[in-house]
C-alpha cells in the first residue's frame, strides 16, 4: 500500500532490546528442538513433564520481560491496551 517506510531514528535502547530479544528467542528455539511453542503445546497434550515446566518457565520469562523492559526505554502495556 506504499505505506512501508525504513525508519532510521530507532532509539538505541530500542534497538538493543529488539536484538538482544531475538537473539533469546533463537536460542529458545533451538534449545526447543525446533518451534518452542510446539514442544509446549505437544508436551502438555501429551501428560508430559517438559510441558509443564515450559509454561512455568514462560511464565517466569514473561515477568522477568515486563521487568527489564524500562532499562531500554519501553513501556509496558496498561490492562486496556488492545491489538483490535
Known amino acids: 500500500g506504499g505505506t512501508w517506510a525504513l ?3 530507532v532509539p538505541w535502547r530500542t534497538a538493543v532490546a529488539a536484538v538482544l530479544g531475538g537473539v533469546l528467542m533463537g536460542v529458545g528455539a533451538r534449545l526447543a528442538g525446533g518451534c518452542n511453542i510446539g514442544a509446549y ?3 502438555i497434550a501429551s501428560g508430559s ?5 515450559w509454561g512455568a518457565t514462560a511464565l517466569l520469562g514473561t515477568w522477568a520481560g515486563l ?3 524500562p532499562l531500554f526505554g519501553l513501556g509496558n502495556p496498561k490492562p486496556g491496551d488492545g491489538v483490535c
Open 7 to 9: 525508519h532510521r531514528g
Open 41 to 43: 503445546l505437544a508436551g
Open 49 to 53: 513433564l517438559h510441558g509443564w515446566i
Open 67 to 69: 521487568k527489564l523492559r
